[in-house]
């Protein structure tokens, strides 16, 4: 949006969509900018729901945008998004505030990141540097090597090329942010810089800034006049002026050596400015960026009215999408999630003679018998043994005599042509099987095995051994081979196991793995085959050259074949058939989900511990299993304004101590104004006091019963109600605590709010807080009535967020809200913690702590365990984990005690640091409650005789 449309008590506003990727594309997306482009009001809501128990509904957006020249035309040949224009395309709203000329990233305006800068020659550092005439201390410090080319060495925005539709990074500064093309449209770009002493005298920089196309291609550039850039600590600042050229779309800027340099440099930069203006002014603070809503344009409505042309946009976030998506058995869903090239099940039902490939890129096996006679292939029966929790059946059966090394009657399953792995590259194939026959002394059974004619030495495959271990082995044409063999798994006994053999990409490492157990067999030569031929499973078969044997008796399922030797997820694949990944954490099971879905986007685990059972996701979408995984946790799933999708634990409401927000009348106490009036409804529609909780049973498991809860006396009082959840846990007595605690929790009426509404240009300084409102945030409503002396406060939480806005940058927040309160008063447990009374010095392995918890009536030896993990100067930059090997001996109500550590301190520590137990690896709790840690926890491990509530 240009400068003179900013408004002071308003963020500003930015529609953006990325043309080049969408869907579950894992591209990098580059951001065109149609802010300006918006007609008459918008609304962005996120992802969310009502109430609590409500399933949560995707989130939508929609805008609509001035297309009187045809721009957003699909058929339009001459528009700039031609052959773009799809449904799926990724879509934002970002509200930034305070608002500000400056479009650059913050962290690289104000040298305090690396995150949006890459050189184009040397290294980047952050320092710490004499004040520029911005105020920055700190800055990017680029080093770069002595260069005899003018403009070749340099640092910037985003990777400074030629060409950045392929590139790594999304950096660019969108210049179509105005109706009609970019061309005649002024940019100004600024910059401080200084150089460390040392250097090149007089040292000579520019700044050019490059144009691009919609494809990423490069248009122009447009070079700055050259500054000397001075020693610390004095500072110059550089300027360069553009004119947008023809089908510019986005400008990146880039500072360059205007003239050869016989040495290194280092060279500061800080106090970056890109504006939409024709000449420099004041750096600006680009403001903090806060994404409204994050997903994906669904299709395009184009429409008129007279003269002037729209286009609807409806849009829809990754809920949407992944709804859309019904899931396989969960092995087939992991297996087709890396791309195979070939996937063959082989859960056919009975009486099948063929068996598809579930890629669709070959046809299908068919069945093959030796010349001597046949065995049998049998499919469609069911799964016996243990091992394949993962692949429910049905599977393939494979009879055949026992192989005597000589050619044998058998049967087996053969490829159609063309077959056999790649002849370069790298590639794996993986099969399940199960078999309690052993070979005969001195033979072999084949699992797959695969060959050349006569003439080509070529072959290679998987086998069992008579020691009831599978080997693998190959062979390239001039019969070079290599075998390897995991000897520490037995795999004749009955049950399933599952194999993969691998080779390398040069052709000179062969790799076996059974049941995440691996082996290796190196090699000096190059193993790939060429002219395979004959491709079978269940039995060394060559019917060109009438030779059977080695065949195999047992059960087959899930012959796989992958176009890449980088297989390092394998053990978890073997895990997931074997066990269906019971065990991992509901943080683990939703990202799995994800994959299976074919989601690539970003997620996030909140608070999430509970330990799942064995995964059952067969014919149900995406969106339904992440519920399984929230309810599991008694929490939620949905996607945040980033467009991240979100599993909250129900830890992470118990941690949320704080409203991050306080809605009232009181603008003097920092409280912002609702519009209209509320609702304070003790509602009764929400008792829920009968509970029946299902624990989801394995794919083919038995289903235990309901675990029920009641809450007796909730019944007594306002009826009984009854309500249902399905839950997938490891631990099967967890159903009844988690019926037992959703009794507890809906037991009584809770005062409830539907909705707030708010305007929050009344208070500009509340913005921050307004922006920053999501999905589970903690809100306080404040209510004083005019006729009553009660103040009236209900405690809330988020459960979903509408922003409304139109053309004239207005803006408009509505939050639904549930009742805070039965996540209020659990029992947390609390760090550790206390403070240094005396400097902790480097080098030395002792520190005396402040009183613990307890110590009026504890020794500390009580509380503090040999062995305890201690985080020294939390919070600070010095900070550092210790052990404790012992404790000084103290008496109840001392007031210091000294500890002696495992090892010595790393760094000294100043007197009155915070000494606590460290957040256990992948913990996450809310800002402000991380803000006030470890403190912030005590109250909640507070007993009393009223308090805490323990939750399961």
């Given amino acids: 949006m240009a400068v003179p449309g900013l408004l002071a ?68 040949p001459s528009g700039p998004y031609y052959g773009s224009i799809r449904p799926y395309r990724l879509a934002r709203m970002t509200a930034t505030w305070p608002p500000s000329q400056n479009l650059l990233p913050k962290g690289l305006a104000n040298g305090s990141d690396l995150l949006d800068a890459l050189p184009i020659s040397g290294t ?57 093309p970019a061309v005649g449209r002024q940019f100004t770009i600024t910059s401080y810089l200084s150089a460390l002493a040392g250097g090149t005298s007089g040292l000579s920089l520019l700044l050019r800034i490059s144009w691009y196309r919609q494809d990423g291609t490069r248009i122009t550039t447009t070079d700055g006049a050259a500054v000397t850039v001075p020693v610390q600590p004095s500072w110059v600042r550089a300027t360069v002026t553009g004119t947008a050229p023809a089908g510019a779309v986005w400008l990146r800027y880039a500072v360059l050596n205007a003239a050869t340099t016989a040495v290194s440099n280092t060279v500061y930069a800080t106090g970056a400015q890109v504006e939409l203006a024709g000449a420099a002014t004041a750096w600006a603070d680009p403001g903090t960026t806060y994404a409204l809503w994050t997903g994906y344009l669904e299709r395009t409505k184009q429409r008129w009215k007279g003269a002037q042309g ?74 016996t043994g243990s091992g394949s929790v993962g692949a429910p059946g049905p599977v393939v059966t494979i009879t055949n005599p026992a192989p005597t090394g000589f050619n044998q009657a058998g049967s087996f399953l ?29 033979q072999v059974s084949a699992l797959w095995w695969w060959g050349a004619p006569t003439g080509n030495a070529s072959q290679a495959g998987m086998y069992i051994d ?76 060559n019917p060109i050259n009438k030779s059977f044997t080695w065949g195999f008796t047992g059960d087959v399922a899930y012959a796989c074949e992958l176009p890449t030797n980088l297989l390092p997820t394998f053990p978890d694949l073997a895990t997931g058939f074997a066990t ?65 999708v979100t599993l909250a634990g129900r830890r992470w409401r118990y941690l949320h101590f704080t409203p991050d927000i306080v809605f009232g009348e009181n603008t003097g106490a920092g409280e912002i104004p609702y519009l209209g009036g509320v609702e304070v409804d003790l509602d009764p529609d929400h008792i829920y006091n009968t509970w029946a909780v299902t624990n989801q049973s394995a794919p083919n498991g038995v289903q235990q019963p309901d675990a029920l809860g009641a809450n007796a006396l909730s019944q007594s009082e306002y009826f009984a109600s009854s309500q249902t959840r399905t839950i997938n846990v490891l631990d099967p007595a967890e159903a009844l605590a988690a019926a037992s605690y959703l009794a507890s929790q809906y037991a009584e009426p809770q005062p409830r709010i539907s909705k707030v509404v708010i305007d929050p240009s009344a208070n500009a300084a509340l913005w921050p807080a307004c922006l920053g409102l999501g999905f589970g945030s903690r809100a306080r409503l404040m209510r004083r009535p005019n006729g009553s002396p009660n103040t009236i406060q209900v405690e809330t939480f988020v459960e979903q967020i509408s922003w409304k806005g139109d053309d004239t940058g207005r803006l408009q927040l509505t939050s639904q809200l549930s009742a805070a309160t039965p996540y209020l008063g659990w029992w947390i447990i609390a760090s550790l913690h206390s403070t240094l009374q005396a400097v902790a010095t480097a080098g030395t392995n002792t520190i005396t702590l402040g009183p613990l918890t307890g110590a009026a009536l504890n020794a500390a030896a009580a509380v503090l365990p040999v062995g305890t993990v201690l985080t020294v100067g939390y919070g600070t930059a010095a900070a550092e984990n210790v052990t404790v090997k012992s404790v000084g001996a ?14 010595n301190l790393t760094s000294t520590h100043a007197s009155g640091l915070t000494v606590c137990q460290p957040l256990p690896g992948g913990y996450s709790m809310p800002a402000s409650t991380l803000a006030g840690f470890p403190a912030s926890l005590d109250a909640g491990a507070t007993l009393s005789d009223t308090s805490p509530r323990v939750s399961y």
């Fill in 580 to 644: 269906g990944w019971a065990g991992e954490s509901s943080g683990a099971r939703a990202q799995r989900i994800l994959a299976m879905a074919g989601y690539t986007g970003a997620f996030s685990a909140l608070g999430t511990a509970t330990a799942m059972g064995a995964i059952n996701v067969a014919g149900n979408d995406a969106v339904a299993s992440l519920k399984v995984c929230a309810d599991s946790e008694a929490g939620q799933a949905y996607v945040d304004g980033a467009g991240t």
């Fill in 890 to 903: 103290t008496t109840a109500g001392y007031t210091s005690v000294v500890v002696t550590l495992t090892a």
């Fill in 414 to 442: 053969q490829l159609p042509t063309p077959n056999g792995p790649p002849s370069s590259g790298g590639w794996g194939r993986i099969i399940c099987f199960r078999t309690s026959t052993t070979p005969p002394a001195g």
């Fill in 310 to 383: 729209f286009a609807d946009v409806p849009c829809v976030d990754s809920l949407a999408g992944l709804s859309r998506m019904v899931l396989q058995q969960s092995l087939q869903a992991s297996l087709l999630a890396l791309g195979p090239d070939r996937l063959y099940p082989l859960d056919e039902p009975t009486g099948s003679t063929t068996f598809r490939d579930q890629t669709s890129a070959h046809p299908a096996l068919t069945i093959g018998n030796s010349t001597l006679g046949a065995g049998s292939v049998t499919a469609g029966n069911a799964v």
């Fill in 9 to 76: 008590n308003w963020p500003r506003i930015a529609f953006q969509i990325a043309w080049n990727t969408g869907g579950p594309q894992p591209a990098t997306p580059y951001w065109t900018d149609l802010t300006a482009r918006l007609q008459g009001s918008w609304t962005a809501t996120q992802s969310g729901r009502q109430y609590e128990l409500d399933d949560v509904a995707s989130g939508s957006m929609s805008v609509t945008l001035d297309n009187t020249d045809g721009m957003f035309d699909s058929t339009n």
């Fill in 124 to 180: 980047l550092a952050l320092a710490t540097v004499a004040a520029a005439p911005s105020g920055h201390t700190s800055a990017v410090a680029w080093t770069f090597p002595a260069a005899g080319t003018a403009l070749t060495v340099g640092f910037g925005l985003g990777a400074h090329n030629a060409s950045f539709g392929t590139a790594c990074d999304s950096d660019a500064i969108p210049v179509v942010s105005l109706k009609g």
């Fill in 466 to 541: 008579s020691g009831g271990h599978v080997n693998a082995s190959a062979a390239n044409a001039a019969g070079q081979s290599v075998t390897t063999n995991v000897t520490t798994v037995p795999v004749c006994d009955g049950n399933w196991h599952m194999a993969v053999i691998i080779l390398r990409a040069d052709g000179m490492l062969l790799s076996l793995n059974v049941d995440g157990t691996g082996a290796n067999g190196p090699s000096s030569f190059d193993l790939h085959g060429t002219g395979i031929r004959v491709d079978t499973i269940g039995m060394n078969a």
